[in-house]
């Protein structure tokens, strides 16, 4: 605390005397002898884990399925990209971190499967990332991209700004949706994202003219719905 706060009597007083009944209770009989159960050991983390991967597993949503393009075949080669897909977002920041005892990652699923980065943890990515991704994308019958929310974008303490992905996930996704057709994308993500990009991952080059009216969609919808909001809220 620095020199020049002082603290006043009655407070410093107070906080005394919570220090001291504090220190009288773990030291008194009462402490020891209050009934607090023992803590059990031997916790079935290899279970617990099984557990946890099935629900993860059931819990996945599927957005769309374009073609029919998943469920991938097991000879087919394929390349991973993102680094979600090594690091992967399971949990939120600040005080909800929690650490596991058994974390795995999707690449451990995919062992024949071919890596790039694509992008770092914090959600950016260079013309040396995106190189290798497109030169593996191209290479491969189809190209999974690992994209989402990583710590800096949601945690405590913060309201977003937007319901973007981070830059570099999106010019991931481009880049690989172009030299790749059968792009498949997974969200990880606590919180809702835009998703303009949802309805052209396999065709990229033909999407502005969609997004363009989408975009005018969405603008007489704002409209009307701010006209219906103020007939509903006038006096």
Known sequence: MASSTVIPPRIAVREA??????KVFFTSRIWSAARIPPLRAGAHYIAHHEIARKAAEQGAVLLKNEDGILPLERDRKITVIGAMAKNIRY???GSSHINPQKLS??????????????CDERGD???????EAVKAAENAAAAV???GLPDRFESEG?????????QGHLRMLEEVSRANKNTIVVLLSGCVVECTWAFSPRDWKNDQRRINSRCK???????????????????
């Open 105 to 118: 990652q999707p690449i451990d699923y995919l062992p024949n499967a071919v890596f790039a980065m694509g």
């Open 17 to 22: 005397r919570v220090v001291l009944t504090i």
């Open 158 to 166: 913060f309201n977003r700004n937007h319901m973007k992905l981070p």
């Open 125 to 131: 990515t260079d013309e040396a990332m995106i190189k």
């Open 217 to 235: 969609m969405q603008s007489l919808w704002t409209r009307a719905f701010i006209w219906l909001y103020e007939k509903t809220t006038r006096v």
């Open 91 to 93: 949990q939120g920041a």
């Open 145 to 147: 991209v690992f994209a």
